[in-house]
Nanobody, 122 residues
Framework: VQLQASGGGLVQAGGSLRLSCAASGRTFSRYVMGWFRQAPGKEREFVAYITWGSGSTYYADSVKGRFTISRDNAENTVHLQMNSLKPEDTAVYYC????????????????WGQGTQVTVSS
């Protein structure tokens, strides 16, 4: 499984960015796709996940109502639409995948993409 994250950048507070994670190497119908982030000096934390088959989603409280995770089955791509960005959203964002039950625990994700930097200026 290969995951390729893209879409990061520099944005002002209140702005928006859309991250993408292109997945290849498998049939992902039974996979859970997650987004995580790691801010400088902090541990990596869960952001959101989506089940590839049913499209069920779950969000961290810190992003609920501002971020939306979605999937494009035809393109094998998962997106993270980030609106109303705050300086505290600044981090390296990672996409990850696992086969099986949904979880917010990063240790249970088997596959990781490279990170993409998101910087939100105040």
């Amino acid at each position: 499984v290969q995951l390729q994250a893209s879409g990061g950048g520099l944005v002002q507070a209140g702005g928006s960015l859309r991250l993408s994670c292109a997945a290849s190497g498998r049939t992902f119908s039974r996979y859970v796709m997650g987004w995580f982030r790691q801010a400088p000096g902090k541990e990596r934390e869960f952001v959101a996940y989506i089940t590839w088959g049913s499209g069920s989603t779950y969000y961290a409280d810190s992003v609920k109502g501002r971020f939306t995770i979605s999937r494009d089955n035809a393109e094998n791509t998962v997106h993270l639409q980030m609106n109303s960005l705050k300086p505290e959203d600044t981090a390296v964002y990672y996409c990850a995948a696992r086969q099986g039950a949904t979880t917010r625990y990063e240790a249970l994700y088997n596959y990781w993409g490279q990170g993409t930097q998101v910087t939100v200026s105040s």
